[in-house]
Structure formats: C-alpha cells, structure tokens
C-alpha cells in the first residue's frame, strides 16, 4: 500500500517553489532586457522615475499580450503575428487616441472617377518597379493623412518621368488648413491633392518634417517641385476598382478604421473581424496586391510591421480600404 510521506511532500513542494521563484526571476530579467533594448532602440526617456517605471509596467504587460498572441499564431490560430515596436509603453488607450486624431477631414469629391482601360495584372508589386519611396514616420502627429498624400505623389513622379524626389509633409501639415486639413489633428488626402493642384508642393530636403504643427513657410512658388493637375476618385466601397486602379496606375492612397488590433502587428495577413467600413481614422498607401491581399505603406517608421509594410486580407473591403481611395494626377 502507498504511504503518504509528509516530509517527502514538503521537500517536493519546496523545490517546485524554488523552480517557480527561478522562472520567476528569469522572466523579469529577460523583461529587463527587452525594456533596455526597447529603450535604446526607439530613444524613449522619461521625465521622472515614477513615469519610467509606470511605462515599464505597461510594457511588460504589453509584452505578455504579444506572447499570447503570437502562440496563437504559431497554432493557426491567428493570421499575422506581433511584436514589441514604439508603441510598446503605450496602453491601448492612448493608442486609439492617438487614432481618433488621425480622422480624415470631410473629403472633396473628384468630379473625375476611375475607369478601367486594361485589366489589372493578377499580382503586382510597385516596390520592385522602384515606384515606391523609402518608409518616413510621422511620430506623434497625427499627419498620415500627409504621408499618404504625398507617397501617392512620389510614385506617380517615378512612374510618368522615371525622377524621384522625396516631397514635404510638413508643407500640407503648415500650409492646407484653409482646405479643411487640420495639422496634426488630422486631413484627408483629396484636401492636400486640392492644395498642391492649387500651390505645388515642395521637396522634403527645403520644407523638412518637424512633427508639430507650425506657420507656414511656403512663400515662393519657384521652390516647388510640381503642381498636380488634380485627382481621381476610386468608386466607393469598391474593391474591386480599388486593385483595378492598383494594379495599373500606381500606388493609391487609402484610408481605414485602425483598430487597436494594429498597435503591435508584425507580420502575416491582418484580418480584423470587428474592423468596421466607417470611422475612417488613418492614411495608408496601397503599393500592391497578391491573390489574397494587399500591401500597403505606413507612416509609423520601419520598426512596425514588416518594415513599415502591412498586409491587408482582399475581398472584404476589410476596414474599408476601398471607401475612401485616390490617386493625383500630374
């Protein structure tokens, strides 16, 4: 008969203590690191201790979600996975404030819409043409709006003249109030198509990006390096014309519902369930297609996402990606 022996238990019980207390502590040591990689990496200071170690309780548990995550992901059980980028001392709040402040102004319609001429290849990829210009971060102003804008305006320079030039953010965040942008609390990029059909744009390197807000700069016209002759509409809702568009004029510029789901995305084929049509809150262009998504290019720097990149799943005009799509014309 098996005997309960109490001494044996309680040296059992103390070891898997031990064990625990060893994980424990080899946990919050690798946590430690991260924090210290994490710090260096996005240069992120604090105005006080307090505030340090506040943001590090954030980061760790924002660290745990990204664990749980990505073990679903390795199940199958999710289609893209996640990681530590610089919104990591973020809560989820303070990301969905951050969102709300990207919402487009009310868009000016076209009275041009996009029509079809040939058929859209059944992939394409503007990044290997050399259409695509380098990934930019907008920081803490809310100005993808801008970014979106002016991707699209780079593109279409390479695609018509084979130049590239990197154009300003700042001047549409400065200069467009007046076509109802508002800086960094948000626009839309019919309204800087208006204004640089209206003004012309100038290159990044004479109007550099400043992150805020500030008087305009832009006084001389003989600095820009061109006018737009306009815009075309993609038909609302239409994905469909969204690839068509994509797939033989050039990157397009898009707006959709970002969810909080994005805060930590990594890489793989975004598909959020609850992401609605509407409550458009951030600009993105689409720079290209594969069968069962799409590419498009942030503005959130090259340590989110793949690269800057992010893949949204085709064919269910997810987040509304096909609700509120552009492109300039030269």
Request: hydrophobic share 35%.
């Amino acid at each position: 008969m098996w005997h309960f022996n109490i001494v044996l238990y309680q040296k059992l019980t103390m070891k898997i203590i031990i064990l625990l207390a060893c994980l424990a502590v080899a946990v919050s040591a690798n946590t430690q690191e991260q924090w210290k990689s994490f710090k260096q990496t996005h240069q992120k200071s604090y105005r006080s201790l307090i505030e340090e170690r506040l943001r590090y309780q954030i980061f760790s548990d924002n660290l745990e979600k990204i664990h749980q995550h990505n073990a679903e992901f390795e199940q199958g059980l999710k289609t893209y996975s996640q990681r530590v980028n610089q919104f990591a001392d973020w809560t989820e709040d303070e990301f969905i404030a951050f969102l709300k402040l990207n919402g487009p102004a009310q868009k000016v319609k076209s009275d041009e819409v996009f029509e079809a001429i040939e058929a859209a290849p059944p992939t394409k990829d503007w990044i290997s043409l050399g259409a695509v210009t380098r990934i930019k971060d907008q920081g803490s102003c809310a100005s993808s709006w801008s970014f979106s804008a002016v991707g699209a305006l780079e593109s279409q320079i390479i695609i018509q003249t084979g130049n590239s030039f990197l154009l300003s953010e700042q001047q549409l965040i400065d200069c467009s109030g007046s076509y109802g942008n508002k800086g960094c609390d948000g626009g839309s990029m019919t309204s800087a198509f208006e204004y640089v059909k209206d003004h012309g744009i100038m290159a990044e390197a004479t109007y550099p990006y400043e992150e805020v807000q500030g008087e305009c700069r832009f006084t001389n016209e003989s600095r820009v390096i061109l006018k737009s002759s306009g815009y075309v509409d993609i038909k609302k809702d239409s994905e469909y014309e969204l690839i068509q568009a994509l797939g033989t004029v050039g990157p397009i510029s898009v707006a959709v519902h970002a969810s909080p789901s994005l805060q930590f995305y990594g890489y793989g084929i975004f598909n959020e369930v609850q992401c609605p049509h509407h409550d458009l809150n951030l600009g993105l262009l689409a720079i290209g297609y594969e069968k069962d998504h799409i590419v498009l290019k942030n503005s959130w720097g090259i340590y989110w996402g793949e690269g800057g990149y992010v893949k949204f799943q085709r064919n269910k005009n997810l987040c509304g990606i096909a609700s509120m799509a552009s492109y300039p014309k030269l």
